[in-house]
């Protein structure tokens, strides 16, 4: 079973090299926004060298951070999975035997492990060479982080999930992709961290799934945690992985069935 | 235990309506009408192991449906539904193991990378292991000449090499079962041909049950021994090809080219007793033959008498025979 889903992860790394532009390009935009960021924040703490409890250098390592595990947790599965239901190729994922999303799931872990050992982990070496970065050197803190991260690409992985399965009852959902990966960019912490954010929004915030994807893996890293609050994240990042089943497994047998296979 | 049985089967889709101009365009916004069709109509399909069925019907007849029924693709509306002895849309992880699918208009290889890791793929799928995998594996590439391209990615293949690795693809688990959705749309004759072979041999030779649906009635014709009919939904005919020509074909014709004027009540005099009818004058006649009569009855009683310069024997295409069905409709089957 497993060894069928490491097939998967290598498949997807074939076909990302088979792509290699792709590859190349997000590099580049990857490379643009940490420096967009880096200089726009820098702007902001100007003569400061702490703004609302955090250094300039934690800022700074945290908009590197952040960014680079993006290029890990992101990926494009809303888009495939609404592709796949309009041009009715779902019907033939159907007559394999695995469970469609796990699949999909899978495929963007072996999209994301491919980002990250080839792009990721180069670039921040690249990145703290540039920029006045400061990573942590003690294994607790990556160990942390690590863990954070792989939640981090869970939950956005099955909010992804939630999006494309969309599709099934929206045929055009484009829109709402776009919508979902500018308001995931926001309220993740990716773009501004969410301690930066009007208290009364921080809260709510809290309460949203949002935070585990970006916000949390990044500040461990960057900033550090106390061991109790580190557990805390963490648990909250568990929690929302095991809850955003729950709508995810409702949509896809309702969505089964009332599956009408486009084009015949 | 039967390849297919089903009792019943049902599909109803619900299709949403619009109304037409502007303000039906405002009002669908906020209520929207519905209307239900039935696609297939309860329909009762046993498919013994080892046949090969063709399925035919015209477009939107409910063909693909009931093919997507069967394979659990899709959950039937109604009735009961066996397949290899499982509820193919309740246990479809299960049963997905059992069947071979080929959809003739879409690809189920991996489009970006090469027929190999598309087949590695598929090995890990399917849990196959071992020397039989391998053999099995090898055999498909030398009977399918697959062999030159798969190394290169299925979005640089042509049609027909495409095909051959869908089937090579699809029967790599060795099915019990094999669903073919149109498998020779857009084939050239030879391609076809060679397809046709290579899936009677699996038939002989695996004892794979196949179950094909195809507008080219020369698929039908050079490989089932049975035929199913759908029409709106609705079977129509159900049984073998030989049956449904002598059941809709109006029999053989008989065109003669005779040396001289003869007059038709001389030939009807000739052939008295015997179940034709005459039609043409002068040196050019048409003989209807009707069930029973054979063309050497005919002619064993006229060349005697008449001098016949050239004759010519007619018969009913599959295709002619369809095409007055689909005509005509279900009315007289």
């Known amino acids: ?264 | 235990m039967r390849s297919i049985e089903a009792r019943g089967l049902t599909k109803e889709f619900k299709v949403y309506q619009s109304r037409s101009g502007l303000t039906g365009a405002f009002r669908d916004l906020f209520n929207r009408q519905y209307r239900t069709i039935r696609a297939v109509n309860g329909i009762d399909l046993t498919i013994e192991p080892g046949e090969i069925v063709g399925y035919i019907g015209e477009n939107g007849a409910g063909k693909s449906t009931t093919i997507k029924m069967l394979t659990g693709i899709l959950e039937p509306t109604g009735g009961c539904l066996r397949v290899n002895g499982y509820d193919p849309h309740r246990e479809r992880e299960e049963f997905v193991r059992t069947i071979g699918v080929v959809f003739g208009q879409r690809s189920q290889l991996w489009w970006d990378i090469a027929v190999k890791e598309s087949f590695r793929l598929l090995k890990k799928l399917y849990r196959l292991s071992g020397e039989g995998y391998r053999q099995h594996l090898d055999r498909l590439v030398e009977v399918l000449e697959i062999g030159p391209f798969l190394d290169q990615p299925v979005r640089k293949l042509s049609l027909g090499q495409r095909m051959r690795c869908e089937l090579a693809a699809a029967l790599l688990h060795q099915p019990r079962l094999l669903f073919l959705d149109e498998p020779t749309i857009g084939l050239d004759v030879l391609v076809k041909e060679n397809i046709r072979r290579f899936l009677k041999q699996v038939n002989a030779e695996y004892g794979t049950t196949i179950l094909l649906t195809t507008h080219d009635l020369s698929d039908i014709e050079a490989l089932c021994s049975r035929v199913v009919m759908l029409d709106k939904g609705n079977i129509i005919y159900d049984g073998d090809l030989e049956r449904l020509r002598t059941q809709w074909g109006d029999g053989r014709r008989l065109i003669l080219e005779l040396k001289e004027e003869v007059p038709s009540f001389v030939l009807n005099e000739k052939t008295r007793g015997l179940s034709v009818k005459w039609e043409g004058e002068g040196t050019r006649y048409t003989a209807r033959l009707e069930k029973g009569t054979t063309v050497s009855d005919v002619l064993s009683r006229l060349v005697p008498a008449v001098a016949v310069q050239e004759l010519k024997i007619e018969e009913a295409t599959t295709e002619d025979i369809v095409r007055r069905i689909y005509r005509e409709g279900a009315a007289h089957a």
């Open chain 1, 1 to 264: 079973m497993l060894n069928t889903y490491l097939e998967l992860i290598r498949i997807r790394f074939l076909m990302m090299l088979a792509y290699r532009v792709n590859y190349y390009s997000g590099m580049i935009i990857y490379s643009l926004n940490i420096g967009v960021y880096y200089f726009l924040w820098m702007a902001i703490y100007g003569e400061n060298s702490t703004v609302n409890g955090t250094t300039a250098v934690q800022m700074a390592t945290y908009v590197a951070v952040a960014w680079m595990s993006r290029a890990f947790y992101f990926n494009n599965l809303d888009r495939e999975i609404a592709e796949e239901i309009r041009d009715g190729t779902v019907a033939v994922q159907l007559i394999r035997p695995y469970h469609y999303l796990l699949v999909k799931c899978f495929q963007g872990l072996g999209e994301g492990l491919f980002r990250l050992l080839l792009f990721s982990v180069p670039g921040l070496v690249i990145v703290s060479l540039v920029f006045p970065i400061h990573l942590p050197t003690d294994a607790g803190r990556w160990l942390g982080f690590v863990i954070s991260l792989i939640f981090a690409f869970v939950i956005n992985s099955q909010i992804n999930v939630l999006t494309g399965l969309m599709a099934f009852f929206i045929l055009n959902n484009t829109g709402l992709i776009r919508a979902k990966r500018v308001l995931v960019d926001l309220l993740s912490g990716l773009i501004i961290p969410i301690h930066f954010f009007p208290e009364w929004a921080g809260r709510v915030l809290s309460y949203l799934p949002f935070q585990g994807i970006s916000y949390v893996p990044s500040t461990i890293l960057s900033r550090g945690l106390p061991m109790e609050e580190l557990f805390r994240y963490l648990g909250i990042q568990l929690l929302w992985g095991i809850l955003l089943w729950i709508p995810i497994q409702l949509l896809w047998m309702t969505a089964r069935r009332r599956l009408i296979v486009q084009g015949g």
